[in-house]
Structure formats: C-alpha cells, structure tokens
C-alpha cells in the first residue's frame, strides 16, 4: 500500500515503513539501544531527504525512549537530578546543532555533514562495539574473571561548581555532566538520534555513574532534548512529517517490546557482534558512497524562501 | 456586396481564426489523498474549422506544466578524496513536472524558432524565464536538472503519443507521477502545420492535497508550534501507550 507523506512530498510503501520501524525496535529492544542511528540511514537509503529524516527521527525518538523510560521510573533507576544537569546541557546543544544545521543547508552542505557524522560515529561504535564482544567470547570461553575497578578519583574530581547526586551516589563538579549534555545534544539535532551510544559509556567512564541508573537517566534526558530538537526543526525548517513518524513508531514500538523478549533469552556476546556488524555495514555504505564517484554529480535543492 | 466579400477575404486570411481548438479533459482536478499514488489525465478534443482541410498534415503538441519555482542545482566536485557540492548556480523557475506529448517525432511538429516564440520544450520554457542571459556553465546546470528530472519521471517528452484522427480528433493521456507537487498545472494545446503554430488553446488543471494530507501540510506551515506539539503528543501516547499495552498482555 503506498502512502504519501505530506511534508517529504514523496510516495513510499507503509508496509516498508512499518516493517523497518518494526526491525530497528526489535534490535533496539535487544540491544537496549535507541535505534535511531540505524533507522536514519535506512531513511536515507529509502529516498527520504536527509533533512526530514533527521527531524523525523528525533520525533521518533521520543516515543521509544518515552516508553523505555515508564519502566525505569517504576524501577525508580532514573537520576532527576544528573539528569536535569544533562538535560540543561542538551537544550544548549540542541540549539547550536540546529543553528549548525540550517547554517549548512543554506550552504548546500547539509547532507555531507550528516553523512560524515554517521560515517565517524558508526564507524567508532561499530569496532569498539566488535572488539568489546570478540573479547566478551574469549573470556567466556577461558573462564576467567575480569574485574572492572570504577575510577575514584582522576581529573573530574579537581573541577570546581561541585554538586551533590544522591540517587548516583556521586559529589563532582555540574561541568562535566553539561559538557556531556550539550555534546549528545548537538548529534541529536544534526544527526537526528538520541545520543544514549555516546552518553551512557561518557556517564560510566568519566563520570562514574553506576550502571544501574545509567540507562534510565540517560532515557530522561533523551525524552526532552529529542522533543525539543523536534520542536526546533519543525518551527524552522517544517521538516518533520507526521505520518511518517506514526508508522515508524508503531513499527518501532511493537518491535521494541518484542525485542526485549528476545533478548531476554539470547546469549548476549554473539547478539552483539550481530549489531556491530550491521553498524559496520551501514557505516561502509555511507563510507562508499562519498567515495564512489556519484553516478549524477548535480543535485537539486529548493529555492531560497523555500 | 463588395463589403461582404472584404469580409469573407479578410475571415479566411486569419489564420488563427481557421483552426481552432475544443477540449476536453479526463479531470481538472487532482486530489492528493493519503494513498496518492499518481494519476493519468487523459487529454482529448477536436479541430473546430469552417473551411477545407488543408494539404499539410495536422500536428498536435500538448503540454502540461507544473508550477514554477526557483531552485538551486549544486554539483559535486573531489575533495579531499570525498564527493563534496562545490558549484551552485540559481535558476529562477523550473516547473516542478513538464510533460510534453506530440502526434509526431519532435523534428516534424515544430521548428526550433516557433519553440523559442512559443517556449515548447522544457528547455525554453525554462530559459525564458531566466532574466539574466546564461553561459555555457548555467546551460550545464540547465541540462542537469532537466536530466535528473526526466529521470524522476517529472519531465517528459512523449513523442507520437497524440492520435489524431482524419486530422480533427485528438486524444493522449499523461501519466503523472506520485511524487507531484501541488498547484495550478498549466496545459496547452497547439496545432501545428509545417511546423509552425496556427492555434493554441491554455487551460489550468488543479492539484492540491485534499483531507488530511491537506491539513498537515497547512498546520506544518502555518502553526509550525501546533503542529510540532501535536507530533511529540503522538510520540508520548504512542510510547505511553505501546508499554502499557505490552505490560497488560504480559501480565494476563
């Protein structure tokens, strides 16, 4: 059944959308991940522009983490307060990546910047994630403990404006966190994702959060600065389509759930190398086509005034 | 007597007068619904005359074009071993769809000055819009978009796809694609002889985005905070809703 999507002005098959919201919530629900640098590159490939399917995407993004986040509040493993630190940074962040973002697309350069960001960082992800599973494998299979020692003390500890964060036991200074917020805030406008693959190793390694209210906190600041990102491409650019919204997320949302399930019962280590080399791949297709010579050189773009 | 006669001479010498254009269309009218997926408008009609048919044969051109609208072509250059827009050149209106359908090869039904007087072509119709005279870099850019166009089933050119029968009938359908534009869709007809003009007949065809396509798309682009809101209120009941629905099956 094709569909047409009012603000991308293109026809696409729902049962398409459906089906590719349906698989990235399955493996974010596997993988706990927000699935939203994989589904932005699959918009790409499927010929919807790259402006609308950033903006899109965070939309998107709310929902999912807005559903994942309902299960950590019962759990009560959410950090209002480290998240509100967060989050003041992610508004911050969002706000230049946006400026960035127009900047560019009045410049024509819009869609090398986001294509070059998920080159980089799925490209980081992807072999940090392959290399920290083919080791997972080795250790399981020789039997042999490894015992991860937090940090107690390093630079973080020397910064001035220190705070007190009871839920994540932790007394350092707000610049770290703000930094972290405004960094994740800035991907999520440019790259339309909602930055957990960055913010929840930056929360574990350098501010030595434990990994317990990690993913619920990183959740809550995902909710607003994606919503916000949402409101600020939709007021300036009119680049967010809601009907292709709806079907991604019902797709994705159902998917999620059932991902859960699954991952619940499968072995971790070789899931994970599963995603990593899905994100390699994607990573090596966008990689190769800013090589390849393109097969028509000259684009079109809409006139100023739009 | 003499006056009548005067009259008669002077009704026969007006060529325009001769020949003249009836239409009719399948549709003046396109609905963009939600499940749009392209639309054929079948375009037919007959040569009114009131005298003999003349020796040479009648050609028939029909054109529907698109709204106008400035755009912006960039090209892609090497840069640092990545494809990177280098060039951009302004065009002032290009038409969002132009198809062009002839009762005959391009060559036979009209000569390259009538094009330009008449701006036929996709070519000249974008080049008479041009204020500014184009070198031979902005005729590149030109071509380009007329390439990536004609690609995307935008512009077309259908030759020998206009039957014309005994040389007053007329019919061709053009397909127009799903990803159209909304606007006034400007169609003409011409009857050609030698390749020159002798008649030309404009209408409008209508496309617009009717229902909730229609109230999207005004709402996105003019209450952009309304609709913004309205996006995220889907997201969060739809996330709200998703985890309650799958706790409840969990639980039964």
């Not at chain 1, 630190?85 to 230049?96: D, E, K, T």
């Not at chain 2, 010498?13 to 001769?18: D, F, R, Y």
């Not at chain 2, 003249?20 to 009218?29: C, F, H």
């Not at chain 2, 003999?52 to 074009?65: C, N, R, S």
Request: glycine residues 8%; hydrophobic residues 50%; proline residues 4%.
């Amino acid at each position: 059944m094709q569909i047409y999507l009012p603000i991308a002005e293109v026809s696409v098959n729902a049962f398409l959308l459906l089906g590719l919201g349906g698989m990235v919530g399955v493996l974010s629900g596997m993988f706990g991940v927000g699935g939203g640098f994989l589904m932005t590159p699959l918009l790409f490939f499927i010929g919807i522009p790259p402006a609308i399917a950033v903006a899109t995407e965070a939309n998107q993004i709310v929902a999912s983490s807005f559903s994942g986040v309902l299960a950590h509040f019962r759990r009560r493993t959410v950090d209002f307060k480290m998240g509100t630190v967060l989050l003041i940074g992610g508004l911050f962040g969002a706000g230049i990546g946006v400026v960035v973002f127009n900047y560019l697309k009045s410049m024509g350069q819009v869609d090398l910047l986001v294509r070059l960001c998920y080159v980089v960082f799925l490209g980081i992800i992807g072999s940090l994630m392959f290399m920290e599973s083919l080791r997972a494998i080795q250790r399981s299979r020789s039997n042999v403990k490894v015992s991860f020692k937090r940090k107690q003390r390093n630079w973080i500890h020397a910064l001035p404006f220190k705070m007190r964060f009871r839920t994540s036991g932790l007394y350092i200074s707000v610049i770290p966190p703000l930094l972290i917020g405004l960094a994740v805030g800035v991907l999520a406008a440019i790259m339309g994702v909602g930055g957990g693959f960055v913010m929840v190793p930056a929360m574990i390694y350098i501010l030595g959060m434990p990994t317990k209210v990690v993913v619920g906190t990183s959740l809550f600041q995902i909710i607003f600065v994606t919503a916000f990102t949402t409101l600020l491409h939709a007021t300036t650019n009119y680049t967010v389509d809601m009907v292709l919204a709806v079907l991604l997320l019902v797709g994705g949302v159902i998917g999620a759930q059932i991902g859960a399930q699954i991952g619940a019962r499968l072995k971790a280590e070789q899931l994970r190398i599963l995603l990593a080399l899905l994100v390699l791949m994607v990573c090596g297709k966008l990689g190769l086509d800013l090589l390849m010579e393109p097969a028509e050189l000259y684009s079109i773009a809409s006139g100023a005034g739009h | 007597m003499r006056l009548v006669w005067i009259l008669w001479i002077f009704y026969v010498a007006l060529p325009v007068q001769a020949e003249d254009v009836v239409l009719g269309l399948s549709k003046d009218r396109v609905a963009i619904t939600a499940t749009f997926d392209g639309s054929e408008i079948l375009v037919f009609g007959a040569v009114k005359r009131e005298t003999a048919i003349p020796e040479t044969p009648l050609q028939v051109i029909v054109t529907i074009a698109g709204p106008y609208k400035p755009i912006v072509v960039r090209r892609k250059d090497k840069r640092f071993g990545i494809w990177v827009n280098t060039e951009n050149t302004k065009i002032e209106a290009a038409p969002s769809f132009y198809a062009v359908a002839t009762s005959a090869p391009w060559d036979e039904v009209i000569t390259p000055k009538q094009d330009a007087k008449h701006q036929v072509s996709v070519a000249r119709a974008i080049k008479a819009r041009q204020t500014a005279p184009a070198d031979a870099e902005q005729e590149r850019f030109t071509e380009a978009v007329i390439r990536i166009r004609s690609d995307e089933n935008l512009y077309q050119l259908l030759e020998n796809e206009v039957t014309v029968d005994q040389q007053t009938l007329f019919r061709t359908s053009i397909e127009m694609p799903s990803n159209l534009t909304e606007g006034h869709y400007d169609t003409r007809i011409l009857l050609t002889r030698n390749g020159v003009v002798i008649s030309t007949l404009n209408t409008e065809i209508d496309v617009r985005k009717v229902g909730l396509e229609r109230f999207l798309f005004s709402l996105s682009r003019e209450q952009p905070l309304v609709y913004g809101l309205l996006s995220l209120a889907i997201a969060i009941f739809a996330g709200w809703g998703a985890s309650g629905l799958f706790s409840a099956l969990r639980r039964s």
